[in-house]
């Protein structure tokens, strides 16, 4: 860990300074939350998540489904939900009602798996951190795991079986190779694994615990974001007495990130940073937090899904956006397909990101909240539904098309120790005013992309920037501009 990131963490808690210092943890959460966050973490604000396994093969849910798993990744579990689920009359009808799901392992084969080119259309996205499923609720690994063939009998990993190949390793090291955090999606349970039906607390000594060490050993993940949590508590899945060894012993205890899915007592309470999961993320807290979403309803890739059910380009990066505001970063899925290529649309929409950050990345890239994230037009300003999983995010209607009588969203705000970004969703022309802006003195307003300064007056808290009509039609098409208030607070 840089020097740099160290004392700006251990800034941000400084009760937890001792602790880092001795670099010894026990095996109970008050030690284990005593760890400050690595810096790079909040700094990064943008990661990839990737969805890839055998349920890459039938590659199905059902969409906008009501009392359906739409996430494409629980096909297995979805088969079991009766003869009348729409996974299992898919199941029937495609591949007939005899072909057990293990039979997909062999199809899995990652025949155009690229992982140099999967790399560098991450670090292009703009994003700074990927975390990949090693292993997902399935059980199949994308290593090679002993303690996957040894509990489920059979060969269960993408070495000895399907793409033959270490994937998840082959991916680390390219992203490494491009500066990206690699890390881990890693799930505590298994649904239908033998040792986890007929006894827990074997599966958890003799199954879990080698196998998660095996696979931080193995692959020296920057960040864990662990799942499948939520049947047993923490002391059940003996958390605390892994993280202890994970931030004791491990190859990398100093830079691992870790978040709170480590027991059904646990979240947004325990471990590191908070998720949430397909909603609008959380509202200013204080503690790191993180929303993470497929670009359609599946992290999983669904081939039943179509243009319409994927989110725009500007909506997605509007998301970016207004989750930074917020003090959050925004882990966005993407879901390969079963050989081994990222779909067109994914690519796409993850280039478009990029395109916007590289000139504007300043405004995002170790920034943090203010007290005042947004400036609404006049209106009653709507309330977005705090939850864990599964909210609306309505986006669009917040800053293009609200319905009549709402207000709009005008600017985001990001700051950092120098300067509050103002992120404008249009193209600005003519005056724009911003509310509750402070300064001790002189504010110099720039646009980010170019550095073209703009004059400006402050009348009390409310800056008012003016912008040749000349210059904003020079400037370039973009889905938001950013204008740089230097000396503001």
Request: contains cysteine; proline residues 7%; hydrophobic residues 35%.
């Amino acid at each position: 860990m840089r020097r740099r990131d160290l004392l700006r963490a251990c800034a941000a808690a400084p009760l937890a300074w001792a602790a880092y210092g001795q670099n010894r943890y026990q095996p109970t959460w008050e030690s284990i939350d005593s760890r400050p966050s690595p810096g790079w973490y909040p700094d990064a604000k943008f990661g990839i998540f990737i969805h890839w396994g055998v349920y890459s093969v039938p590659a199905y849910a059902p969409v906008n489904s009501k009392g359906e798993a739409m996430y494409a990744e629980w096909y297995w579990n979805s088969l079991n939900k009766g003869p009348n689920s729409s996974t299992r009359r898919f199941h029937d009808r495609v591949y007939g009602p005899d072909f057990p799901y293990f039979d997909f392992a062999p199809m899995f084969k990652a025949e155009f798996y690229n992982p140099d080119h999967w790399a560098d259309v991450f670090q292009r996205s703009g994003a700074r951190y990927v975390a990949l499923t090693s292993k997902h609720h399935e059980g199949f690994t994308l290593w090679k795991s002993a303690e996957a063939n040894r509990t489920w009998r059979r060969p269960w990993n993408a070495v000895d079986i399907g793409p033959r190949r270490d994937i998840a390793l082959e991916l680390m090291e390219a992203g490494r190779r491009k500066g990206l955090h690699m890390g881990i999606y890693y799930s505590l349970y298994e649904w239908y694994n033998p040792l986890y039906l007929s006894d827990k607390t074997r599966y958890v000594a003799e199954h879990m615990f080698p196998q998660f060490k095996d696979a931080v050993t193995h692959l020296k993940p920057s960040i864990i974001f662990s799942d499948g949590e939520w049947e047993l508590p923490s002391s059940d899945w003996r958390s605390p007495e892994l993280l202890a060894w994970l931030f004791n012993e491990s190859p990398v205890r100093d830079e691992v990130v870790i978040d709170d899915r480590w027991g059904k007592d646990t979240r947004h309470k325990h471990g590191g940073y908070y998720t949430t999961e397909y909603t609008s993320g959380m509202q200013q807290a204080a503690h790191p937090w993180e929303e993470s979403r497929g670009m359609g309803y599946s992290y999983g890739y669904n081939r039943n899904e179509n243009a319409t059910d994927y989110r725009t380009d500007r909506e997605l990066l509007m998301m970016l956006i207004d989750i930074v505001s917020r003090g959050g970063n925004l882990l966005l899925d993407i879901g390969p397909t079963a050989d081994g290529r990222i779909p067109v649309i994914m690519e796409e929409r993850l280039l478009q990101l990029g395109d916007w950050l590289r000139p504007n990345g300043e405004a995002i890239y170790g920034t943090h909240a203010r007290s005042v994230t947004r400036q609404w037009s006049q209106g009653a300003v709507p309330k977005l539904e705090v939850k864990e999983y599964m909210s609306d995010y309505p986006i669009s209607s917040l800053v293009d098309t609200p319905p009549a009588g709402n207000a709009r969203v005008d600017a985001f705000f990001t700051a950092n120790s120098g300067a509050i970004y103002a992120i404008l969703p249009r193209r600005p022309s003519g005056e724009v005013v911003l509310d509750g802006i402070e300064t001790a003195g002189q504010v110099q307003v720039t646009l980010l992309e170019g550095g073209q300064p703009l004059d400006s007056t402050m009348q009390g808290k409310q800056l008012r920037v003016r912008v040749p009509a000349a210059l904003a039609a020079s400037l370039p098409a973009r889905q938001a501009y950013v204008l740089k208030l230097a000396g503001a607070k």
